[in-house]
């Protein structure tokens, strides 16, 4: 994939890598352009930069939008799609290339909505694989309880800049963290790596007591309100013991004008807790509720939640990973509860959307013995796009390719071993992708990622930053 500006006529090379801020960079850039044709694209393509960019010549393009295209993923082949001061300006075949345009080839390539992460607990990346034999309760006893206390802002800041990295590179465009840490220090440290990412992002802050409204309140109004791509929501465990703190974080929530995010019934032994019971009993069954695993539900909570339009995170990677169980997804399907996938932290092990989708496919068949059951493959990519936009209320900015809304959209580049040859590539997004395929990222129109690579990161200083940062905390602990 190659990015160039639509220049003047008589415009020389030099011109071209000086309008893109590469002058100094020239002989790296145009030995790209003298080396064998051969070769499947320039070691180092310049980055699309300005207000506007134009994608051009798609081979097929998902628009999520059955309104701009065929079928329900408003699919357009042979299309180009137009961003403009980090929207989508326009999608269409043969659109015109507005003056001083950044013009992206991306003929052969798909380009569709970027993934919505749903739930996820990025800090977790510091235990990675760890525990790998351990149910939930396990794994918080040996794995993520004693390490959270051993965090420091410098190391904090570390692992989630190299999880939300990872999910960037994995084709992630927004994402939810749900955090159980307090320390002022440690949370600004959080959504500063958060924001320093360019991802778009969704900061769900559990309330460490009932009476945490002041620090609540000024962790959103001081370090997230201000980062244009951040937003907030309280987050909760539902269960009858705490009851009390529950019904604060909803008042909370609804006196921040927020949604309120809680795990539910991720494990058969938290039926005792009746969360779902519990969040009716506080007035919290509504759109303004997401729900987390929701793996084992009653038919008549199923019910409920579909009434009331409580939305709901399914984390298939990490259910199977500590034993939870398979949530009841195509019964939730069937009732038209909107639900959006989520990585779910250190127990999904990577942030592989493509495997995600395919695992939220293959369970439920697993469960029912039924190829035909909910979710099919546009089911799931729905679920990974508009769907997740659905669930968080953000389906008014992103969320498919719709003409005004925010431009959060992936290039992926299916010619490549594990994805070709092309023969039915809607289902090979989900069965055949992995993240190598994801060739460019781009949020509000900027590139995060391009050409296969993350723009403007040291991905290897990246790594080793985490890791040493890693090395110090067993260090203390040992």
């Known amino acids: 994939m190659q990015s160039v500006p639509t220049p003047p006529p008589a415009a020389s090379r030099r011109d071209l890598l000086a309008g893109l801020g590469l002058a100094a960079a020239a002989p790296l850039a145009l030995g790209a352009t003298l080396r064998p044709a051969h070769r499947h694209r320039p070691s180092r393509p310049p980055v699309p930069g300005g207000r506007t960019v134009l994608l051009r010549r798609a081979s097929l393009v998902l628009t999520m939008d059955p309104a701009l295209g ?25 659109l015109p290339t507005p003056p001083g345009a950044r013009v992206v080839e991306t003929s052969g390539k798909l380009v569709m909505p970027g993934f919505v992460d749903t739930h996820n607990h990025l ?3 510091m235990i990675r694989g760890g525990c790998a034999d351990r149910n939930l309760f396990g794994w918080f006893r040996a794995c993520t309880d004693p390490q959270r206390g051993r965090l420091t802002p410098a190391a904090l800041h570390s692992f989630v800049r190299l999880a939300a990295l990872d999910a960037v590179q994995s084709g992630v465009t927004t994402l939810v963290d749900w955090v159980d840490i307090f320390a002022y220090d440690l949370v600004e440290s959080y959504v500063r790596a958060l924001a320093g990412t360019g991802i778009r992002f969704t900061y769900a802050m559990f309330p460490p007591t009932p009476d945490a409204a002041p620090l609540v309140t000024k962790v959103k109004r001081e370090l997230v309100d201000p980062v244009p791509l951040g937003s907030f929501q309280v987050a909760t465990h539902a269960a009858r013991a705490v009851e009390a703190h529950n019904r604060a974080h909803w008042e909370i929530a609804q006196d921040l004008g927020v949604m309120l995010n809680s795990h539910v019934l991720e494990r058969p032994e938290q039926r005792a807790d009746d969360p779902i019971g519990v969040l009716a009993d506080i007035g919290a069954l509504g759109p303004r509720l997401l729900i987390n695993h929701a793996i084992h539900l009653t038919d008549a909570e199923i019910a409920a939640v579909a009434e009331h339009d ?13 034993a939870s169980g398979i949530m009841r997804l195509s019964d939730l399907g069937r009732k038209g509860v909107k639900v959006g996938l989520g990585l779910d932290g250190g127990t999904n092990d990577s942030s592989d959307f493509h495997a995600l989708m395919k695992t939220a496919v293959g369970l439920q068949r697993a469960r029912t013995t039924e190829a035909a059951v909910f979710p099919q493959v546009h089911d799931v990519l729905r679920m990974a796009t508009l769907g997740g936009a659905e669930v968080l209320g953000l ?16 290039v992926i580049d299916p010619a490549t071993l594990n994805f070709a040859p092309r023969f039915d590539w809607i289902g090979q997004i ?24 993350l723009v403007d990161v040291d991905t290897d200083g990246v790594v080793r930053e985490a890791e040493a940062a890693a090395t110090r905390l067993r260090s203390a602990a040992g």
């Open 70 to 94: 065929s079928g329900p993923l408003g699919a357009v082949e042979n299309a180009d799609v137009l961003m403009r001061d980090g929207t989508i300006a326009a999608v269409g075949t043969a």
């Open 123 to 125: 800090w977790q990346a």
């Open 310 to 322: 409580v939305r709901a995170a399914h984390c298939p990677l990490s259910n199977m990973r500590l």
């Open 395 to 410: 389906a008014d900015q992103v969320g498919s390719l719709t003409p005004g809304k925010r431009a959060d959209l992936l």
């Open 430 to 453: 989900v069965f055949n992708g992995r993240p190598e395929n994801i060739d460019a990222v781009f949020v509000d129109g900027r590139a995060l990622k391009f050409a296969g690579r």
